[in-house]
């Protein structure tokens, strides 16, 4: 089993910063894919950004080159750097955790879920 808790979300004007958290729970940490996907209201969640045990990353479309993921695994925590945000950032976003599927490659195929954290970006 493995427990998720994003953190580091919160209310930033267009063009700013964030950095989310994810703290995973768990000895497999090490070996697992961690994704960020994030959901906007009325809109199906997709997929942010994310990171194999090895270190190769994947982006969505709409946020490559402004948002980076990155992972520790020695403190059990995946990051995800935000930059140059904009209001369609505007989402909740979700930290999951994928244990079976070497490299998933959509949301059914991530095991586990965080709650959930809020990112608004205002003009």
């Known amino acids: 089993h493995v427990r998720l808790v994003e953190s580091g979300g919160g209310s930033v004007q267009s063009g700013g910063s964030l950095r989310l958290s994810c703290a995973a729970s768990?000895?497999?940490?090490?070996?697992?894919?961690i994704g960020w996907y994030r959901q906007a209201p009325g809109k199906e969640r997709e997929l942010v950004a994310s990171?194999?045990?090895?270190?190769?990353?994947n982006y969505g479309d709409s946020v490559k080159g402004r948002f980076t993921i990155s992972r520790d695994n020695a403190k059990n925590t995946v990051f995800l750097q935000m930059s140059s945000l904009k209001a369609e950032d505007t989402a909740v976003y979700y930290c999951?955790?994928?244990?079976?599927?070497?490299?998933?490659?959509?949301?059914?195929?991530?095991?586990?879920w965080g709650q959930g954290t809020q990112v608004t970006v205002y003009s």
């Open positions: 990171i194999s045990s090895r270190g190769s990353t």
């Open positions: 999951a955790a994928g244990t079976i599927v070497v490299v998933p490659t959509s949301v059914d195929e991530y095991d586990y």
């Open positions: 768990g000895s497999i940490f090490s070996t697992i894919v």
